[in-house]
């Protein structure tokens, strides 16, 4: 199944001193079987969430992208967006699940930090303070 040209992967990358959002890289398309490999998970899942890119999942992305990651100084996670809000609602969003817009009118002053893995979590995510776009 094609990706929806909507959506939009890029690697985001945070500080680890003050989980500060510091930038991203738009990914090339990308076989969304290759994701599902790298990270072990089902191929029922779109992988839309934000996914946490360790050592392991390093050296695929600087293949794809030419990062060079340094993991002492930044947490660098894969997340997806959409591009057009509109368009996701009206296809029932990938594989029935909505990525986040780019932006989130809704809170044009969040300030994105970096999110948390299920295991760090004590409560349900916020998106206005875990890994929002």
């Not at 090339?28 to 998970?41: K, R």
């Not at 930090?113 to 760090?120: D, E, G, L, N």
Request: glycine content about 4%.
């Amino acid at each position: 199944m094609p990706e929806p040209s909507w959506l939009v992967r890029v690697i985001e990358y945070f500080s680890n001193e003050t989980d500060e959002l510091l930038g991203e890289t738009v990914l090339p398309p990308v076989e969304l079987t290759e994701f599902q490999q790298l990270w072990g998970t089902s191929s029922n899942d779109p992988m839309v969430e934000c996914f946490s890119i360790e050592k392991e999942q390093a050296p695929f992305f600087r293949d794809l992208t030419g990062v060079e990651f340094d993991f002492a100084r930044y947490s660098y996670f894969m997340a997806a967006y959409t591009t057009d809000w509109e368009a996701t609602k009206r296809e029932g969003g990938y594989m029935r699940l909505f990525p986040p817009p780019r932006e989130l009118r809704a809170f044009p002053d969040a300030r994105c930090v970096m999110p948390k893995t299920a295991s760090q979590q004590r409560h349900a995510p916020d998106l206005q303070h875990d890994g929002c776009h």
